[in-house]
């Protein structure tokens, strides 16, 4: 977002200058937001996906542009990422597909640190940054050549208190060869509907462009702050997808308990039992930072991966 009229504080070592770009993003020149004030970028971490072609050498050649200004790199060992370990960095930078970068919302969201995707992967929708000038677009992101877009997440609970956040949905499915899933969907103790159908999608504004598009759902710009509900091969023609505002809170319980579910976020199995229903979606307070270079344009991502052109 950009602030009209923003003055910036008088330049001390306590609170740098903010540099403000143009349009609706924020640039910063080696500066992050911590609540209402920016520390240096001290140290990054750089979370790869080694089974892409040339990843060690990426992470090789992103560590040393790194080095050469100064910042410390930190290189997590597992994935999906132990609670902790961004403690400490001021940026996370994946080397990998969407996924990767999926696989560290959680940490990032609970660390309020941003972050950069380099794309080795197919896709692109959410890792801007090309792996074939990798070192370069790191040593400018370092250089404040760079802008942020602000994210919703989703937050959700399950029944036996696990929790977890989403940057692009939560799907809930019938699991292995199980035949339908009948959903009960309950929006902030208000009856919606049964879907008896291939599940449910929950889908951020982010996450639009991913399952809730193969499952018909609507494309919804990332600055908007509501969330969908999309049915996945609904046995009722009427069945559509919903779009609910912030502070709205959804319930999805089993209605069929002979038929076990699955339930994914961001694609990953979020809790294999069966105790897991019923769960509970809403969208969350935290939100998550993520580096574009200077000059992105949403939309004509969507005309690029969507072959509107």
């Not at 089974?51 to 790199?73: F, H, I, N």
């Not at 961004?86 to 309020?112: K, M, N, P, Q, S």
């Amino acid at each position: 977002m950009f602030i009209r009229g923003f003055k910036p504080a008088p330049r001390d070592s306590s609170f740098p200058l903010l540099i403000p770009a143009s349009h609706s993003h924020l640039h910063f020149r080696f500066f992050r937001f911590i609540g209402r004030r920016m520390d240096a970028i001290r140290k990054i971490a750089i979370v790869a996906n080694f089974t892409k072609p040339d990843a060690a050498e990426l992470v090789e050649a992103l560590s040393r542009a790194a080095a050469d200004v100064g910042v410390a790199v930190a290189v997590p060992e597992e994935y999906p990422l132990r609670t902790g370990a961004l403690d400490g960095c001021d940026i996370c930078v994946t080397l990998g597909g969407d996924g990767t970068l999926l696989g560290a919302v959680g940490e990032a969201a609970r660390g309020d640190i941003p972050v950069l995707g380099i794309n080795r992967g197919k896709l692109g929708f959410l890792t801007h940054y090309p792996a074939e000038n990798a070192a370069e677009s790191l040593g400018a992101v370092l250089r404040g050549e760079f802008q942020f877009s602000t994210r919703t997440l989703l937050e959700c609970d399950t029944c036996d208190g696990c929790h977890a956040y989403a940057l692009n949905d939560v799907v809930v499915a019938p699991d292995g060869h199980a035949s339908l899933a009948k959903l009960r969907a309950s929006v902030s103790g208000e009856f919606v509907n049964s879907f008896w159908g291939d599940g449910l999608v929950v889908a951020t504004p982010t996450g639009s462009t991913a399952y809730n598009l193969s499952a018909g759902g609507p494309l919804i710009d990332p600055a908007a702050d509501v969330f969908a509900i999309t049915p996945i091969c609904p046995h009722s023609f009427s069945n559509r997808a919903l779009i609910l505002p912030r502070g709205r809170v959804l319930t999805i319980a089993a209605e069929d308990s002979a038929n076990p579910l699955r339930v994914e976020v961001d694609g990953v199995h979020f809790h294999p039992d069966k105790g897991n229903m019923p769960l509970t979606v809403w969208l969350s307070e935290r939100k998550l930072r993520l580096a574009q270079p200077v000059g992105f344009r949403h939309f004509s991502l969507l005309r690029s991966k969507l072959r509107w052109l």
